[in-house]
């Protein structure tokens, strides 16, 4: 593999623009296929298995008009003025029927109107759409229910009444919105007359509409804020949720710049790097986009590979330049001979480097859910182009800059200051460490496992209108409803109840008792038959809790209601399944919870193997997965802390907090996992070079010494790049972002930097033993490339080909 790696190294900077034109030709090719295919993304995280998906993909089945995505806008007027007056009515029914005039929209009062042509009072109130309650999470796919207190459309019966079916006595505090006598199908308005909150569906799932959708019924609402009436309208979260990249982000391409500089000493080396990253990025993320029309992209999983791609791309160039210079400037090796062997050596470290994240990466693909393999796959995509761009055309690019890599002025010094190059400030930490290595070991385990205690009062969740920053339409239409109408509008259940036994049918007084029933229970605000299918045998209703959808009492209602020995299902006979919101945030959590343990120990187990291979040692692997695991829970501490309890909201520019992500321990603990074995490799093996090349004695201190500054500098980008991601606007992203740099911190500046070199020092001659037989049974991966340098040194000897020295 060295040797290959050699000669490419060689070939691409000794025909760059075969290399370079490839690449370019590349990315030309992904920007087309974007061009030609659109970008397609959606907010919605399915999770397949779930009760709550397998009651959507049942009513997509035998009630396809009520599976359908759902969303809601809230239309107020200042404190002391009224909605309800005949110039604002007609606006917001102008904006509502414009909405409705939308592709992708059902219009209830036509849908009424087909259904009563040639069906039953029950089938017609079901297709009406009738009320849609609350405002549904971004692709929760949750279907349109009704609420009574409204009517769907001119003519439509009683609103205590759905299907012909009595409905629970209404004493809410809100009432149907009526514009020039005529019932606006779809909004209710608060019994203080400030608010009115219009809820929609869509024929299609979430997942399915056109990203111009969204934007177009927003354009359809906000245009009531134009014309003169003092109205605002704030779209919900499903409308308004899409992940970006603002210019925060741009702050940490220019630390990772900076500090480039600063490590490679020289402006024309440091922007390799860049120029490498950014091409990986482009291809890969573009490559993303391109495909979105024929896959399943949440809008996260673009984010996250450009996350990922710019860090690794930075340090996997960085490691590359960096073994390059120092060839040139301590062996006075041409720059054509140093980048082949820094191919062959650095770039081999840098394949096994980018396997590893790659195996972490697609590790993820047992936990079995669709969106986080999707995710995975891209991000592990990602990484891999990431390490054949390093691998060619950073070469390429090497070759068109020549000998021009390091300045005169950087060969002089390297030339007064001999072969050795020493690292004052290296040197000092690691003898302090190494000196004190009790006490800093202790000392960093304690302060880990104190900062990894909130993990236990960690919640997840997906978050919603409800954690948005106050200045958002999203957070600012999450508190309108619940200020105007209840917190429970905020998250409806739908509830699809069955009779049991095959030839059951679904009668009216069966259907108004369940009804009842619900209306009756603590927690209930009120619940609403919403139709039945057309074959009889199924009825949805509506749900309204009175507690928010992130609430433990919520939480329990939905248990309580799937049980199959409940109260309702046993005196009715029925099998009850509960979706919307609330139950699929629910189930999101429980299965990532499941599913969590196992994929740490997958991780724990590969990374043993893995490296028990590279380093052929029993303490090295031990060391380095405990320090993981450190890392990981201490970060995961932290993050509940900061996101969960609010702590130094204001300073990570956040108004409220709330549940971390369900999906982010998953996530995050399989890119720290290979991004610390990465830093990991490079540090110890330094040592280990060390320790078989005469070191023995101080093969800690002396491969620290080598490493640490590259590993640093790899470590300050990574976290750079990272941090840019913590004030970007979607919590998702700043809550991604701010895990990835903190473990990264925790994991190469305590970890890494200390505890291994106090561990390795402890353990002596006895980190690097292995027995016998199973020396002999593992293969030698030779990722340092310490057979090609032998090799190369026996086919050079004493006089180097022409090309192997730098010329005067």
Request: glycine share 10%; with cysteine.
């Amino acid at each position: 593999m060295s040797l290959f790696l050699y000669k490419l190294g060689k070939t691409a900077y000794g025909k760059p623009w075969y290399f370079i034109v490839c690449w370019i030709v590349i990315l030309g090719a992904v920007l087309a296929l974007l061009g030609v295919n659109g970008i397609k993304v959606s907010s919605e995280l399915k999770i397949e298995g779930t009760e709550s998906q397998k009651v959507l993909d049942q009513l997509a089945e035998k009630l396809p008009e009520a599976s359908g995505g759902q969303a809601s806008v809230v239309f107020r007027v200042p404190a002391g003025q009224r909605l309800d007056t005949p110039e604002r009515l007609t606006s917001i029914a102008k904006a509502v029927n414009d909405v409705y005039s939308l592709e992708y929209v059902i219009n209830p009062a036509e849908a009424y109107a087909q259904a009563a042509s040639g069906a039953n009072g029950a089938q017609a109130a079901a297709a009406s759409g009738g009320r849609q309650a609350g405002s549904n999470q971004a692709g929760s796919g949750q279907a349109g229910v009704s609420v009574p207190g409204a009517q769907s459309s001119p003519g439509a019966q009683d609103a205590s009444e759905v299907g012909g079916l009595q409905c629970a006595d209404m004493s809410a505090p809100f009432s149907p919105m009526i514009a020039g006598g005529v019932p606006v199908p779809g909004v209710i308005i608060s019994a203080d007359g400030t608010t009115a909150l219009f809820q929609f569906q869509f024929t299609v799932p979430q997942m399915s509409l056109p990203e111009s959708v969204p934007d177009t019924v927003i354009e359809a609402v906000t245009a009531v804020e134009k014309d003169g009436a003092g109205i605002e309208a704030l779209p919900s979260d499903s409308l308004t949720a899409k992940p970006s990249i603002g210019s925060t982000e741009g702050l940490g391409l220019i630390v990772a710049a900076v500090v480039l500089f600063l490590t490679l000493g020289s402006a024309l080396a440091a922007g390799l790097p860049l120029v490498v990253a950014l091409m990986g990025v482009g291809v890969s993320v573009g490559g993303a986009y391109a495909i979105s029309s024929f896959i399943s992209l949440s809008d996260i999983t673009p984010v996250l590979a450009l996350m990922i791609g710019l860090a690794v791309g930075i340090d996997y160039a960085l490691f590359i330049v960096n073994r390059q210079r120092r060839l040139i400037l301590d062996q006075g090796l041409s720059a054509r001979e140093a980048a082949g062997r820094a191919i062959g050596t650095a770039g081999n470290a840098v394949v096994f480097a980018g396997l590893t994240v790659i195996i972490a990466l697609c590790g993820m693909l047992v936990i079995g859910i669709a969106f986080l393999s999707t995710m995975a796959l891209i991000a592990a995509a990602t990484v891999l182009i990431d390490v054949l761009v390093a691998l060619t055309l950073l070469p390429a690019l090497l070759g068109l800059i020549g000998e021009r890599i390091c300045s005169a002025k950087a060969r002089s010094k390297a030339h007064a200051a001999g072969t050795e190059v020493r690292h004052g400030v290296a040197r000092g930490w690691v003898n302090g460490v190494v000196k004190y290595r009790g006490l800093v070991m202790i000392g960093l385990v304690v302060v880990l496992g104190a900062a990894a205690t909130p993990v236990a009062k960690m919640e997840l969740a997906i978050p919603s209108g409800a954690t948005a920053n106050q200045d958002t339409a999203a957070r600012q239409s999450y508190d309108a409803i619940t200020s105007g109408f209840g917190e429970g509008f905020n998250g409806p259940l739908l509830l699809v109840a069955e009779p049991r036994g095959a030839s059951a049918a679904v009668t009216p007084d069966w259907l108004t008792g369940i009804v009842q029933d619900l209306n009756a229970l603590d927690n209930v605000f009120v619940a609403t038959a919403a139709g039945i299918s057309k074959t009889g045998d199924t009825a949805i209703i509506s749900v309204i809790p009175k507690t928010g959808p992130t609430d433990a009492k919520t939480q329990r209602l939905v248990r309580d209601l799937r049980a199959s020995d409940s109260p309702i299902a046993q005196k009715y006979g029925a099998d009850i399944g509960v979706t919307g919101f609330t139950a699929i945030n629910i189930d999101m959590s429980a299965k990532l919870a499941q599913v969590f343990p196992i994929y740490v120990l997958t991780i724990v187990i590969l990374s043993l193997i893995i490296l028990l291979l590279v380093f052929r040692s029993i303490i090295v692997p031990i060391k380095a997965t405990v320090g993981f695991l450190l890392s990981v829970l201490a970060t995961f501490g932290i993050a509940t802390a900061v996101f969960q309890w609010g702590w130094l909201h204001s300073l990570f520019d956040f108004d409220t907090g709330g549940p971390l992500l369900s999906f982010l321990p998953i996530m995050v603990t399989g890119i720290l996992y290979g991004l610390a074995m990465d830093y990991q490799v490079f540090l110890v093996s330094s040592m280990r070079e060390s320790y078989v090349h005469g070191h023995e004695a101080d093969s800690v201190e002396h491969g620290y010494e080598q490493a640490s500054r590259v590993v640093v500098a790899a470590a300050v980008i990574m976290v750079s790049v990272f941090a840019g991601f913590i004030f970007a606007e979607d919590i998702m992203i700043k809550q991604i972002g701010f895990a990835l740099a903190l473990g990264i911190l925790i994991d190469a500046f305590l970890v890494r930097m200390a505890i291994v070199p106090a561990v390795m020092k402890t353990f002596g001659r006895l980190a690097w033993r292995l027995p016998k037989w199973l020396d002999r049974w593992l293969p030698n991966l030779d990722v340092e490339g310490d057979r090609l340098i032998s090799m190369l040194n026996r086919q050079n000897g004493a006089d180097a080909p022409a090309d192997a020295r730098r010329q005067p």
